[in-house]
């Protein structure tokens, strides 16, 4: 049988099978935890705690009252420690709060199941999802209350679950899809009342068949009537929103578009799990599954931690590195964002931490572009990355804009593919970084 899938993609190696059958393993760190004040798409939080101030799980760290943000929670209770500068993710200083873990764990008493949830006002649950601070847990971050809150003129045909996780080396939607897929339909089920005509799509790539068996028997013994389980041909980026919808729907999907423009709205698996904890059992959005993986990892696992957690922890957790790694990147190597240290910590957007060796890693000479065309043959947005990248390192981008730069998904399929070893992606990257800036400074004028 022909699965669904969309134009171009590429087809790199799996390498998942490294935690696959890793079973979650739950970790309570001590010490101090760091809560970066940007941890989503859109308005970044400002602290709203001082230093000396206890904190509970689930209680407020940062807020910002804009309608595209999240709130901060915190993961654990104990003292502030500080309000400063600490290193994130991309290498930079950023506002952030640090909790000194008191181990106790104590939940903040506001945080209990939603009352009567299952028949309560889908606006109570919009409310409950942006107070719980969730996101897109699949890595973009987008604010999940904005998205189930598109304009009344959308109809929303479709409730896409993204259980895809078509990223190499990564397995913590697959592990939860099998771990905790009760929680996940529950919670497609509960956002199906807010969009009571949508029908609801697990969408999961069809090199997880254990997943998809599970959802499947799990759909049919709960009953759960609009529901159906999607196997998807295996191929990169399947994943990405546009290719997600182009496959369940049939429809193309321009990217200036939203996809509530197209009836569409998509949520990662471990987001509509959170949605289901949230509302149903009263639990902050303060943990997230993280894979821990690569050849230079000593034993690579899958890790439920609290939020803020020092990622060197969690290599710790792991047996430390068996070889010294030449890449760490955050996320996976197609889409991974390369670590300059490893002594920041999780946030939400972090599903894995990916070491390799000089031997997984390739990191070979970039050399001048062969004008071979495979770049423009693998991206599947439709793009010519052999003419974005000088387009922005000439500093063309009004030029850059114009030959659709702006609609790179940043998701590394041209780089993986070029012989020149171009930097293509990362070219993609900086030119929006720079057309963004240029719109941020003409709308202040
Ligand atoms: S140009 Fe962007 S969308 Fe196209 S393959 Fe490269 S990274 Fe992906
Ligand atoms: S794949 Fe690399 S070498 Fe080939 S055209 Fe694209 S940039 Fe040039």
């Given at each position: 049988?022909?699965?669904?899938?969309?134009?171009?993609?590429?087809?790199?190696?799996?390498?998942?099978?490294?935690?696959?059958?890793?079973?979650?393993?739950?970790?309570?760190?001590?010490?101090?935890?760091?809560?970066?004040?940007?941890?989503?798409?859109?308005?970044?939080?400002?602290?709203?705690?001082?230093?000396?101030?206890?904190?509970?799980?689930?209680?407020?760290?940062?807020?910002?009252?804009?309608?595209?943000?999240?709130?901060?929670?915190?993961s654990v209770s104990g003292t502030v420690k500080d309000v400063t500068m600490r290193m994130t993710t991309p290498g930079m200083l950023e506002n952030c709060v640090v909790v000194e873990n008191d181990g106790l764990y104590e939940t903040a008493p506001e945080w209990k199941p939603l009352e009567n949830y299952e028949s309560a006002d889908p606006k109570?649950?919009?409310?409950?999802?942006?107070?719980?601070?969730?996101?897109?847990?699949?890595?973009?971050?987008?604010?999940?209350?904005?998205?189930?809150?598109?304009?009344?003129?959308?109809?929303?045909?479709?409730?896409?679950?993204?259980?895809?996780?078509?990223?190499?080396?990564?397995?913590?939607?697959?592990?939860?899809?099998?771990?905790?897929?009760?929680?996940?339909?529950?919670?497609?089920?509960?956002?199906?009342?807010?969009?009571?005509?949508a029908k609801g799509v697990i969408a999961i790539e069809n090199n997880k068949p254990q997943a998809i068996s599970v959802m499947n028997d799990l759909v049919a013994k709960l009953g759960a009537e609009n529901i159906i389980v999607q196997p998807l041909a295996v191929k990169y980026p399947q994943g990405a929103e546009k290719m997600l919808i182009e496959a369940i729907t049939g429809q193309e999907y321009i990217m200036t578009a939203l996809p509530a423009d197209v009836g569409c709205i998509i949520l990662n698996v471990r987001t509509v799990f959170q949605i289901y904890r949230a509302i149903a059992e009263g639990n902050p959005a303060t943990t997230r599954i993280v894979t821990v993986t690569g050849d230079a990892v000593a034993h690579p696992k899958n890790i439920k931690v609290p939020l803020g957690t020092s990622v060197r922890e969690l290599i710790n957790l792991c047996g430390g590195f068996k070889e010294q790694p030449v890449k760490i990147l955050?996320?996976?190597?197609?889409?991974?964002?390369?670590?300059?240290?490893?002594?920041?910590?999780?946030?939400?957007?972090?599903?894995?931490?990916?070491?390799?060796?000089?031997?997984?890693?390739?990191?070979?000479?970039?050399?001048?572009?062969?004008?071979?065309?495979?770049?423009?043959?693998?991206?599947?947005?439709?793009l010519v990355p052999n003419v974005l990248e000088p387009l922005v390192l000439e500093r063309l981008y009004t030029r850059f804009e114009e030959e659709g730069g702006m609609n790179c998904i940043e998701c590394g399929s041209c780089t993986y593919m070029c012989p020149a070893n171009r930097p293509l992606t990362q070219g993609c990257r900086d030119g929006k970084a720079s057309v963004m800036a240029m719109r941020r400074k003409a709308a202040a004028k």
């Open positions: 049988m022909r699965l669904p899938t969309f134009w171009g993609g590429i087809h790199p190696p799996q390498n998942k099978d490294l935690t696959v059958n890793e079973e979650i393993e739950s970790y309570l760190p001590k010490g101090e935890l760091v809560f970066p004040m940007a941890q989503n798409l859109g308005a970044p939080c400002s602290p709203v705690v001082a230093k000396g101030e206890r904190v509970l799980v689930g209680t407020r760290l940062g807020n910002n009252d804009a309608f595209v943000s999240a709130p901060i929670l915190s109570e649950y919009i409310k409950r999802i942006r107070e719980a601070g969730i996101v897109g847990f699949g890595g973009a971050t987008f604010p999940t209350a904005v998205k189930l809150s598109p304009p009344p003129d959308k109809k929303i045909n479709w409730l896409i679950v993204n259980g895809v996780e078509c990223e190499p080396y990564l397995n913590c939607d697959n592990r939860l899809m099998l771990e905790g897929a009760e929680k996940v339909i529950k919670g497609l089920q509960l956002v199906m009342r807010i969009f009571p005509e955050s996320g996976g190597p197609m889409m991974g964002i390369s670590m300059r240290s490893i002594d920041v910590p999780v946030v939400k957007g972090t599903s894995g931490i990916l070491a390799l060796t000089a031997k997984s890693a390739m990191l070979k000479p970039i050399t001048p572009c062969l004008r071979c065309g495979r770049c423009v043959t693998a991206c599947p947005m439709g």
